[in-house]
């Protein structure tokens, strides 16, 4: 079932028109998505009821690392996707290898695209070219203090004080 719903850019590109075509709000967001957690899901169900369709877009691997580092993502690219279409709030899912949104925003053209509320509305390079074709871009969807990087310094610092009494 999730694997239904991981599609290329162009396979979802032509999904969406139709689904537009036939007056369905699509909302889409985009994000690494390294390490699921409860902050994403929260996100992922608020920016659902936006639309009437909600398409995550992933960084690829290599973007991740070029934005995040060399030890990240932690969690593979196909695994992240299947994880996310699991998600019963998320109708598609799409791997995209650049490091900004632009190129596949510009190609599936949604009505809305959501960002969390670390971002600022001016800050945001997609904002032209979903407001070029006709979209909105809202920010401020998210869970204070629920955060991948927040995460990973909990376990971190857990595993430290555990080897410390070891």
Known sequence: MSSQKIHNRSELASILQQAKADGDVVVTTNGCFDVLHLGHLRYLQAARQLGDLLVVAINSDSSVRQLKGENRPLVPE?????????????????????????????????????????????????????????????????????????????????????????
């Open 78 to 166: 196909d695994e992240r996707a299947e994880m996310l279409a699991g998600l019963e709030c998320v109708d598609y899912v799409v791997v995209f290898p650049e490091e900004t949104p632009i190129s596949l925003l510009s190609k599936l053209k949604p009505s809305i695209h959501v960002k969390g509320g670390d971002y600022k509305l001016e800050q945001l390079i997609e904002r032209d070219i979903v407001e070029a074709n006709g979209g909105k871009v809202i920010v401020g969807l998210n869970v204070p203090g629920k955060s991948t990087t927040n995460l990973i310094e909990v376990i971190c610092e857990r595993y430290r004080d555990t080897d410390k009494k070891n």
